[in-house]
């Protein structure tokens, strides 16, 4: 099944609320630390698998990038891309990655933010980012931590008062699907194990450059919620490298 959750309306208001959407890379928790891990885009042609509202688009084509293809299966998200995002540089494609048919050898960058554990494949699309690339390539992303998608609720537990216990993580090595909840509402999401993350980029022709667990900066630290998320990780991000 391809999510796409996101062109549901009651869904997508909610998600245009959130402060990533209001005021973009710099109202994520994670951008400090994936820019940090992100390639030089001068003169380099970049993919965005599951673009959203093009921020990581934008950041590429305002730092060189020769040439930017966002894509999302989402039609309301590229619309919306197209009306945030748009520069000369830049082309959006509505399409679920695992259905996009690119040309060999076609990029030199590829990039996905907090989108693959809407995949159930990933190594089917790790074996296509691989030939999209050209040797020596980068691949940078983020998902959802397997923390985080493992029991597959993504809500805390609470006492009787509503205060927080902890953060329930069981049936780490059972993988697949999970019924989440994000925004109120019931989402499929796939959960995968660290070691299947990093592995299936090791059998598919991938070095690993670094890997980060992202707390939250400490400039959004007394936001309401954000030093509860000190207490287990949400997100990891990843950058490879396609061996020459």
Request: charged share 25%; hydrophobic share 35%.
């Amino acid at each position: 099944m391809k999510e796409n959750t996101y062109d549901n309306e009651l869904f997508f208001k909610k998600y245009s609320e959130m402060l990533r959407s209001r005021e973009g890379l710099d109202g994520a928790g994670e951008w400090s630390e994936l820019k940090k891990l992100l390639p030089d885009f001068k003169d380099r042609s970049v993919l965005d698998l599951g673009c959203g509202y093009g921020w990581h688009c934008g950041y590429a084509a305002a730092n060189g990038a020769s040439r930017v293809l966002g894509t999302d299966i989402s039609a309301k998200m590229i619309e919306t891309a197209k009306e945030k995002n748009n520069r000369p540089k830049i082309t959006y494609r509505q399409s679920a990655m695992e259905d996009l048919d690119l040309e060999d050898g076609s990029f030199d960058i590829v990039l996905s933010s907090l989108a693959f554990h809407y995949v159930e494949n990933f190594e089917a699309v790790v074996k296509k980012i691989h030939r999209w690339l050209t040797p020596g390539g980068y691949f940078t992303f983020s998902v959802e931590h397997p923390v985080f998608t493992a029991y597959g609720s993504q809500d805390w537990y609470y006492d009787e008062e509503g205060n927080i216990l902890h953060f329930p993580v069981d049936n780490y090595y059972y993988e697949g699907q999970r019924d989440a909840v994000f925004l109120g509402e019931h989402v499929t999401k796939y959960h995968r194990t660290l070691t299947t993350y990093l592995q299936t980029l090791f059998a598919n022709g991938f070095t690993l450059l670094d890997l980060v667990e992202p707390m939250p900066p400490q400039e959004m630290i007394d936001l309401p919620g954000m030093k509860d998320e000190m207490r287990r990780p949400m997100m990891l991000l990843i950058a490879a490298q396609k061996k020459d």
